[in-house]
């Protein structure tokens, strides 16, 4: 590490194993932590009082703030010490006191964030969680281990997701939610336990998908759920008419691959439908 330092900035009252692996121009604030098999990519930027250790890597461009542990042994009685990972992508914020725990050798063995992901003030990441790129995960969320969040997800304000809940692409948890089943892309969820209420169709629009393509996928969900409540076969029936009718659209045809992929949580109810019409009026 000695030939490594010169090109960084470390404060003098920061712990760092001789071991550890750093880039170019990385800073490492004051009380920082960090343990022999940490590897820092270029540019990391760790505040003060980061905590990085075990089997850890922070890709380039990373920036931790205060408080932040990430790294360290998850909590799950079954962990007996195995040399699991975890892995921080390129450009991701992790804010004040945010915690990311690495991963059990009881699933792939690693937690994983992908890149330009932002994860605000006190959120928990537990262990073997995999997020992928551009995740906006708001103050004080907290997740079970095993979570998949898909691209582009947002999960606002203290929102808590069960172990093995999967989160599509483009989904959106609303606040306080208590989210027990799986949510399919582009989804939005709402309640204290969270209830599909529609389709994100603020996100859509604004990530530049046409008026032509968010009004089939409208008619597409409608046909999904025309009413709170329908399971079973009546469902793989609508399913089925549209893939016949919708499945040329590319979205459309991602949800209905994860409605049907295997779920240990099963998937998200419907709101009512009133709810869900109201909802879908004020997206416009």
Same mark, same amino acid.
């Given at each position: 590490?000695?030939?490594?330092?010169?090109?960084?900035?470390?404060?003098?009252?920061?712990?760092?194993? %001789?071991?550890?692996?750093?880039?170019?121009?990385?800073a490492?604030? %004051?009380?920082?932590c960090i343990g022999?098999?940490?590897?820092?990519?270029?540019?990391?930027?760790?505040?003060?009082?980061?905590?990085?250790?075990?089997?850890?890597t922070?890709?380039?461009?990373?920036?931790?703030y %205060? =408080?932040?542990?990430?790294?360290?042994a998850?909590?799950?009685?079954?962990?007996?010490?195995? %040399?699991?990972r975890?892995?921080? $992508?390129?450009?991701t914020?992790?804010?004040?006191?945010?915690?990311?725990?690495?991963?059990?050798?009881?699933?792939h063995?690693?937690?994983?964030?992908? *890149?330009?992901?932002?994860?605000?003030?006190?959120? *928990?990441?537990?262990?073997?969680?995999?997020l992928?790129?551009?995740?906006?995960?708001?103050?004080?969320?907290?997740?079970?281990g *095993?979570?998949?969040?898909e691209?582009?997800?947002?999960?606002?304000?203290s929102a808590?997701?069960?172990? =093995?809940?999967?989160?599509?692409?483009?989904?959106?948890?609303g606040?306080l939610?208590?989210?027990?089943? !799986?949510?399919?892309?582009?989804?939005?969820v709402?309640?204290?336990?969270?209830?599909?209420? $529609?389709?994100?169709w603020?996100?859509?629009?604004?990530?530049?998908?046409?008026a032509?393509?968010?009004?089939?996928?409208?008619?597409? =969900?409608?046909h999904?759920?025309p009413r709170?409540?329908?399971?079973?076969?009546?469902?793989?029936?609508?399913?089925?008419?549209?893939?016949?009718?919708?499945?040329?659209i !590319?979205?459309?045809?991602?949800?209905?691959? =994860?409605m049907?992929?295997?779920?240990?949580?099963?998937?998200?109810?419907?709101?009512?439908?009133?709810l869900?019409?109201?909802?879908?009026?004020?997206?416009?």
């Amino acid at each position: 590490m000695a030939d490594q330092a010169v090109q960084c900035e470390i404060h003098p009252t920061a712990i760092v194993d %001789p071991n550890a692996s750093l880039g170019r121009h990385v800073a490492i604030g %004051p009380w920082c932590c960090i343990g022999p098999h940490v590897r820092l990519g270029d540019g990391v930027r760790l505040h003060a009082s980061v905590i990085v250790d075990g089997h850890t890597t922070l890709d380039d461009g990373v920036e931790v703030y %205060p =408080f932040a542990t990430i790294g360290l042994a998850p909590q799950d009685l079954k962990y007996a010490g195995e %040399p699991t990972r975890c892995h921080i $992508g390129a450009r991701t914020i992790l804010r004040e006191s945010v915690t990311v725990h690495r991963g059990t050798s009881q699933a792939h063995g690693e937690t994983r964030i992908g *890149h330009d992901c932002l994860l605000m003030a006190n959120a *928990h990441v537990a262990h073997d969680c995999v997020l992928g790129d551009h995740v906006i995960i708001v103050n004080n969320v907290v997740m079970g281990g *095993h979570v998949s969040i898909e691209d582009g997800a947002r999960i606002m304000g203290s929102a808590a997701i069960h172990q =093995f809940v999967r989160i599509g692409r483009g989904a959106v948890v609303g606040g306080l939610c208590g989210v027990e089943m !799986d949510v399919l892309p582009y989804g939005s969820v709402l309640g204290n336990r969270a209830r599909l209420v $529609g389709l994100n169709w603020v996100g859509l629009k604004r990530s530049g998908v046409s008026a032509e393509e968010v009004q089939l996928m409208r008619r597409a =969900f409608r046909h999904l759920y025309p009413r709170a409540g329908v399971e079973g076969r009546v469902l793989r029936q609508r399913m089925d008419d549209v893939r016949e009718r919708y499945g040329h659209i !590319d979205r459309v045809a991602e949800m209905l691959v =994860f409605m049907e992929a295997p779920s240990q949580r099963g998937l998200t109810r419907a709101a009512s439908r009133t709810l869900m019409e109201q909802i879908d009026r004020d997206a416009g």
